[in-house]
C-alpha cells in the first residue's frame, strides 16, 4: 500500500546555505586575486631600473684634474659629458656673442652656474645625430661635428650646420669650489 501522507520537502536555501555560499564566493574571489598579484608582480617589477643604472643616476667629479683650457669626457647615464674648464677668453668671447644671431638663443650666462663661469658642463652629443663633437675646431673656435659640420661656440652653442638645438646642459650642482655632482 501506497503511504498517503505526504512529507515535507527539506528546503536547503536556508540562512545557513547562504552563508556558506557568500563565504565560498568571497574565499575564490580571494584566493584569485592573489594569484593575479603573484603574477602581476613579477612582470610589474621588471620595469624598475637596473641596479647599474641606479648607481649611474649621479656621479661625482673631482674638478682639478682639468686644467685651465682643457676639458675632460666623462660618462654619466652611459652618456658622454664635456667639463671644460674655460679660459677667460673663451668667456668674453661667448658672452661677446650673446645676441648674434643663433638657431638656439641663449646667453652664455644661462648656460653655467652663477659665480662658475669658467665650468661650462653639457652633453657631449651633437644634437643633429648625436656624434661627438671636438673642441677647437670651427669658425667660433669651440665644438665641431665631424659627421656633418655642425659648429658651436665657447658656449656650446649651436651656431652653423644642420644642427638645431645647443649642445644640452645636464643637471649639476657644486658640492665645493672643486668637486660637481651631475645628475
Known amino acids: 500500500m501506497v503511504d498517503s501522507v505526504a512529507h515535507p520537502v ?3 536555501e536556508g540562512p545557513t546555505d547562504e552563508g ?3 563565504f565560498l564566493y568571497l574565499a575564490t574571489g ?3 586575486g592573489a594569484g593575479v598579484v603573484a603574477i602581476a608582480w613579477p612582470l610589474i617589477d621588471q620595469l624598475n ?3 647599474d643604472a641606479l648607481a649611474l643616476a649621479s656621479i661625482e667629479y673631482d674638478l682639478t684634474k682639468v686644467a685651465l683650457g682643457q676639458e675632460v669626457t666623462i660618462a654619466w647615464r652611459k652618456q658622454p659629458v664635456f667639463i671644460r674648464h674655460r679660459t677667460q677668453a673663451e668667456i668674453d668671447a661667448a658672452v661677446r656673442d650673446d645676441h648674434a644671431p643663433m638657431k638656439d638663443p641663449a646667453t652664455d650666462a644661462s648656460r653655467v652656474k652663477p659665480g662658475h663661469a669658467q665650468w661650462l658642463i653639457v652633453s657631449a652629443s651633437c644634437t643633429h645625430l648625436g656624434c661627438v663633437p671636438t673642441f ?4 667660433y673656435n669651440g665644438w ?3 659627421c656633418h659640420g655642425s659648429m658651436y661656440d665657447t658656449s656650446a652653442r649651436i651656431r652653423k650646420g644642420p644642427a638645431p638645438k645647443n649642445l644640452y646642459l645636464v643637471p649639476y650642482e657644486f658640492l665645493s669650489p672643486t668637486k660637481v655632482k651631475i645628475g
Open 10 to 12: 527539506a528546503d536547503h
Open 20 to 22: 556558506r555560499r557568500d
Open 30 to 32: 580571494a584566493v584569485g
Open 49 to 51: 631600473p637596473a641596479a
Open 136 to 139: 677647437k675646431g670651427g669658425e
Open 144 to 146: 665641431l661635428c665631424p
